[in-house]
């Protein structure tokens, strides 16, 4: 499919993964300009201004904001990610999948991997992450759906999938088996990512060169604990961390709409999650001593008269990183 980008006559050739964003995003402004009154260009202001300064993904906000509620179970604690760094707590989505791609690829010995999450708005799998692989490949299965790829039968099925010879397994269509042979992988194992109500939230697969490797139990018990830990966050993060950016996409619409032009100074993600980024920025970006981090950050936010948590949502927006 060719898109005209705005006033350029070049077409421009976007991955179905790609398209079905640029749709979801679209949704989300028309959303925007029906319930505030903004137009086109505002909408977009907004969805992208709260996008970098919560550092999440412009798709994922406008997901969250059209994706129906009856997707979303109860709502769960914060569950630890041992699978992180020393397990210290997490409240970015797309870090937490590099870190899952990296441990499962770590552990199981594969060469290549890659972590997909459900699209609740399209339904199918949107590419998130991937490793050992061209942007060609990423292109190619950028957007899987239905039961023509190991993925898409482990999403429908809530099961672990393990496939000995792609050459030979009827779980492909032969499009998918002509890309995966193209990319010398000849087997691999698709483990769903399940939260604690037994929905799945994504897929972790791991790919091999060589045919007939089977994996013993206990590689495929830890690779589906490590899919677990990895669906319980998932299910915390869109019950807790997403809903207050789409409040805060609201928020800021409506200051727009108003004719003011601020935004909300404080994060209104778990308090105690921001307060430890913000003591970790000190140390990692300033060299402060990790023991008096939250120290200092408690005694400039007494001098300034700001709570603490306010003073550390400052220190944490503004060290945000533009995401797409």
Known sequence: MTLADGDSHRPTTFS????????????????LQEQHGLDQN???????????????????VAAGMIAPASARSRRVTRPKLPFTARGRPCTNRAEVVTELMRVVIGRSGAERGTVQLHDLVHGGLQLE???????????????????????GHAFSDAA??????????????????????????????????????????????THQPRRDVVPT????????RLAGQCGRWLQWYDHLVLPTVVAAVHEAAAARAS????YPTASLADPAVTIAD????????????????????????????????ALAAQLTAGSDQPSS
């Open 16 to 31: 179905a993964g790609a398209r079905l964003s640029r749709t979801t995003v679209r949704l989300a402004m028309a959303a």
């Open 278 to 309: 913000a003591a970790r920025l000190l140390t990692d970006r300033y060299g402060v001593d990790k023991s008096h981090s939250r120290k200092m950050l408690a005694a400039i936010a007494h001098r300034r008269g700001v709570s603490l948590h």
């Open 42 to 60: 505002a909408a977009f202001d907004v969805l992208r201004d709260v996008s970098q300064r919560h550092n999440v993904k412009l798709r994922v």
């Open 259 to 262: 004719g003011g032009d601020s």
């Open 217 to 224: 139990e206990a590689e495929l018990g830890q690779l589906r």
């Open 129 to 151: 992450g991937w490793r050992g692989f061209s942007q060609e490949f990423a292109d190619t299965f950028s957007y899987v759906s239905g039961d023509d790829t190991s993925c």
């Open 160 to 205: 672990q999938v393990v496939v000995t010879d792609v050459d030979s397994s009827p779980l492909f269509s032969e499009s998918a088996r002509e890309a995966l042979l193209a990319n010398d992988l000849r087997s691999c194992v698709s483990t769903p990512i399940v939260d604690n109500d037994g929905e799945v939230r994504g897929m972790v697969s």
